[in-house]
């Protein structure tokens, strides 16, 4: 009895002494709360670096987004493919999810071994033995009929810009294969699966071993928001706001961040703990100076410290009697698995003892109780560190949360954490001693990261599908060279046909004389008023023209045009008209004034002389009754008269591509084309009398109002127009006319666009699916909200403003894809605008038999001067399209009321002469 008290008293004894020893030769590895406490906030300000676009190129904890923006929530399902490459096994899998609400995956998979020759070697080859493994994976399982979508866990640091791609930043652990540093895995490892000509695989996720994990978790309990790994390297994730995501456009929502915690300290952050024996383990590391964190915490290293302590510990005298063997002095001969077995509860000193003595050691029993002790701290020290800065993180979550308690659940994977007997119950002790604010649970993934992965892959999956769809409907908008160059030619040809008498009476292109003969000289003088109607704006205007100065004074009023007299009767609008020059005249102090008047009118009107108009037909949003075949002259004169108020001599009536061709021609004489891209879409340009076979003549040259507008209303472009111009065309005013102006104007492109989105909403593609009552309504993209959304200045979270003020709910990725349309809308229009300048272009210049032929465009119009991208595709079209013509385009600054009014002086000047005469 005495016998066994004394052995037991011996025993503590002996134990208390050991621990008492290797507590002071390791003092500087034991970390008091207090110095957790201060590493949790350290990590937490190393979190805010790295999210802060400024401080993240120097930041050591990287903070890497993963574009995994949710967690799942049940709806997943398909069969994909999976590989796990980076942890302690390499493996491929076969992942089903199960339909719709069933939560049910079922995996197989397929172990494959990772020799250091590949995993150091050339990077090419180890993505070909990668591609290899899974050849034989597909084959075995009887796969490779099949097109499956692949799911990449790559347990590295990544930095990602979109799901499907992610740049090597640096290898860890194990790894470190030649040449894949700063390239994108995907990339190599899709180009490596093409050897494979049997094998139809698409990547459409990588995700870290983290980001897998907390996936895998949160399948099964929603309140997952953070992934651990413990294991050979060690890392974590969680869901981070947007808000305070720079790296990534966007504030809605949440996005997971890869931390790379491992990186913590790499800068110096933690040399105050780190001991001379993590210094010698980095030294003997693939990578010295690199991952400090991990290499104090995770599997790979573990042992390896233990080893160092205790070789130290045998040279100092305070083991093993002083002795060493060959195996404590060679790297590696302690792992992570001796540990755990070391420190396990019951056979753990009988476990030590017989692996000192495989090491070739002669332990006495108070070896092992040290030996022990060494495993206890080392350990110890890594689930502490772990929790600091798993503490951070929760600490992060809840205070974005702005909750005073957090419940949530944290993934957690990795050898040293399923194997190590007493490490996660420390862990768990600890983290909730550092946030007692926080409730967490820790789950532990069962079935690793892939199935995490997987349902990564398949939300990856879907949005590719639903993208599909997208891109096919915008490639219906995307026009070929090919079909450029046959609207050009079918736009020449109609030009053609237009001008001849025979065919001009059914020319779809109208192909309008407007008696204008000649271009400013500088010699007109006088003061005239002018009319603006058509265009976005209706304006009266005073101009006063100077002689010989080439200098223009205006004055302007914009009145409103009422729907209702737009679409009233003539009498009405008319009335309105002559109301609005009451009241500029009353304005400037002209009341009664008689002043000639130049009228621009912006619509196609059949001309015998400079001051005679009959209209054909109403375009745009104009349909005023009882005018059309009418001269718009005498209606403006009847109108006066009718008033019995003021006279005014109506001199010319103008389209605005003429006005607007005049007033840049002021400046330019080599202006010879005017060029509207507005409301409506309209050229006109100086041709040969001689081709004019309508009137008379062969001597000089007149300006013909093209009214292309109309081309295609035969329906020679019919091949490229989309049912959504169809769409808008039967909504029209004007049904079956006007088909070019419809591809190519403001007025309208903002309705194909709506026509488009209503289309993809039905697709459940937009908008939630959900249309609105906004969608519905007519013209509410107007072209300055075209050019708002499609410039490149604009922020994703401002094109979501633009999109709410107009009554449209939608997220961000709602705002890149309504983007996308106005962008692809917007395109062909210029392109095909384009297309028809390059025919007159080259008309010209044949016609001339010119080699070269340089020309200035005046150009006027809302979608011409707001949108940021139109001028510059339409001038680029033009270039490739008629690239023997130097083409200048000159914007139009004062309108076309300018022009209109120089005209009037030359009309004037002529009638003057025919009096005299
Ligand atoms: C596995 C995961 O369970 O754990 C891997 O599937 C992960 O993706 C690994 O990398 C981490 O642990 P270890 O110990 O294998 O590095
Ligand atoms: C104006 C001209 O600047 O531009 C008008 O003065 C013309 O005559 C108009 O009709 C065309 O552009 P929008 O976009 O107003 O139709
Ligand atoms: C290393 C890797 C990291 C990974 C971790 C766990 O730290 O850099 O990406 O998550 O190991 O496997
Ligand atoms: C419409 C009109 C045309 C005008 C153009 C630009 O196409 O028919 O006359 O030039 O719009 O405003």
């Not at 495989?358 to 029993?365: K, M, R, Y």
């Not at 008498?501 to 109208?510: E, I, Q």
């Not at 389209?655 to 607007?660: A, Q």
Request: include cysteine; hydrophobic fraction near 40%; proline fraction near 2%.
């Amino acid at each position: 009895m005495f016998a066994v008290h004394l052995m037991a008293f011996y025993f503590s004894k002996l134990k208390e002494d050991q621990i008492k020893k290797v507590d002071r030769f390791l003092y500087h590895m034991r970390l008091s709360d207090d110095t957790l406490l201060d590493i949790m906030r350290r990590f937490r300000a190393e979190m805010e670096k790295g999210l802060a676009k400024d401080t993240n190129p120097t930041a050591a904890v990287k903070m890497l987004p993963t574009f995994v923006r949710a967690i799942p929530d049940g709806s997943e399902n398909g069969e994909f493919l999976s590989l796990d490459l980076g942890g302690s096994k390499f493996r491929v899998l076969k992942v089903q999810v199960a339909e719709e609400g069933m939560r049910h995956v079922q995996m197989e998979s397929q172990f494959y071994p990772t020799p250091n020759e590949i995993i150091r070697g050339n990077g090419t080859e180890l993505f070909e033995y990668v591609a290899d493994c899974l050849a034989d994976f597909m084959k075995t399982k009887d796969l490779k009929h099949k097109k499956l979508p692949l799911g990449l866990t790559f347990s590295f640091p990544c930095r990602q810009t979109k799901l499907e791609e992610g740049v090597l930043l640096s290898w860890t652990k194990k790894f470190k294969a030649r040449g894949v540093q700063d390239t994108d895995v995907v990339s190599r490892l899709t180009k490596a699966m093409r050897r494979h000509k049997d094998m139809d695989v698409d990547i459409l996720a990588l995700v870290n071993d983290t980001v897998g994990t907390m996936m895998t978790c949160a399948y099964d309990d929603p309140y997952c928001e953070a992934g651990v790994i413990i294991g050979t390297g060690t890392n974590a994730c969680y869901m981070e706001d947007m808000s305070n995501i720079d790296l990534v456009e966007g504030d809605e929502g949440r996005m997971c961040i890869n931390t790379e915690w491992g990186a913590f300290g790499d800068d110096g952050a933690l040399e105050d703990i780190r001991t001379e024996f993590d210094r010698e383990l980095d030294l003997g590391s693939l990578n010295p100076g690199k991952q400090m964190f991990e290499k104090m915490i995770s599997g790979l290293y573990l042992g390896e410290l233990v080893r160092l302590i205790l070789l130290k510990m045998a040279k100092a005298g305070l083991l093993f009697g002083g002795e060493k063997s060959s195996a404590l002095h060679t790297k590696g001969k302690i792992e992570t698995r001796h540990v755990a077995a070391m420190e396990k509860y019951k056979e753990g000193l009988a476990n030590t003892r017989e692996i000192l003595v495989d090491l070739g050691l002669e332990p006495s029993e108070a070896d092992c109780i040290a030996v022990q002790h060494v495993c206890t701290i080392v350990s110890f020290r890594s689930a502490n560190l772990c929790a600091a800065a798993l503490a951070a993180i929760l600490t992060r979550l809840r205070e974005n949360k702005k909750v005073e308690r957090l419940r949530t659940t944290v993934g957690v994977d990795g050898t040293l954490y399923k194997i190590h007997p007493q490490y996660p119950k420390r862990l768990h002790k600890v983290v909730r001693k550092l946030v007692p604010s926080c409730d967490v649970r820790f789950l532990l993934s069962e079935s690793g990261s892939t199935k995490g992965a997987a349902m990564v892959t398949a939300v990856a999956s879907r949005v590719q599908a639903q993208r599909k769809q997208i891109d096919k409907v915008l490639a219906l908008f995307r026009l070929t060279r090919e079909q450029l160059v046959d609207v050009q030619a079918k736009m020449r040809a109609e030009l053609e046909y237009g001008l001849k008498k025979k065919s001009h009476g059914l020319a779809t292109v109208r192909m309008l004389p407007t008696y204008v003969c000649g271009l400013p000289d500088g010699t007109e003088k006088g003061k005239f008023l002018a009319l603006d109607l058509g265009g976005t704006n209706f304006r009266v205007l005073l101009v006063k023209i100077r002689s010989g100065r080439r200098s223009v004074r205006m004055y302007n009023k914009i009145f409103a045009i009422p729907l209702e007299i737009m679409q009233g009767t003539g009498e009405e609008l008319f009335d309105h008209i002559v109301q609005c020059i009451a009241d500029f005249l009353d304005y400037m102090g002209l009341k009664g004034a008689s002043l000639p008047l130049g009228f621009t009118f912006s619509f196609p009107c059949r001309q015998m002389s400079i001051d005679k108009g009959t209209l054909i037909g109403w375009t745009k949003g104009f349909k005023a009754t009882d005018c059309e075949g009418e001269d718009v002259v005498d209606m403006l004169r009847e109108a006066i008269k009718r008033r019995n108020e003021f006279d005014l001599d109506i001199v010319a009536v103008v389209n605005d591509t003429v006005g607007t061709m005049m007033t840049c021609g002021y400046e330019d004489p080599n202006c010879e084309i005017g060029l509207i891209a507005g409301t409506g879409s309209n050229m006109c340009y100086m041709e040969d009398m001689r081709n004019i076979e309508m009137v008379e003549g062969n001597e000089g040259k007149m300006c013909i109002n093209t009214e292309w507008g109309g081309f295609g209303d035969n329906g020679c472009i019919d091949d490229i127009r989309t049912r959504y111009d169809t769409e808008v065309d039967e909504g029209s005013l004007n049904p079956g006319k006007q088909r070019y102006e419809k591809m190519t104007s403001g007025m309208y492109l903002g309705e194909i666009v709506r026509q488009i989105l209503i289309d993809l909403t039905k697709q459940g593609l937009l908008f939630r699916g959900q249309i609105s009552e906004r969608l519905r309504t007519r013209g509410i993209f107007e072209t300055k909200f075209l050019s708002q959304i499609e410039s490149d200045r604009l922020a994703l979270l401002q094109v979501r403003t633009i999109l709410q003020q107009l009554g449209l709910d939608s997220t961000c990725e709602d705002s890149i894809v309504v983007k996308e349309v106005c962008g692809a809308v917007s395109r062909r229009a210029a392109q095909l605008c384009g297309a028809g300048l390059a025919a007159i272009v080259e008309k010209r210049r044949e016609d001339q038999g010119l080699e070269h032929l340089r020309i200035t465009v005046g150009v006027d119009g809302t979608l011409y001067k707001l949108h940021p991208h139109f001028s510059r595709i339409l001038q680029e079209t033009v270039k490739e399209l008629a690239p023997r013509c130097d083409v200048t385009f000159m914007l139009s600054e004062d309108g076309s009321g300018k022009g209109a009014a120089l005209i009037t002086a030359v009309a004037k000047r002529l009638q003057q002469a025919q009096k005299e005469n």
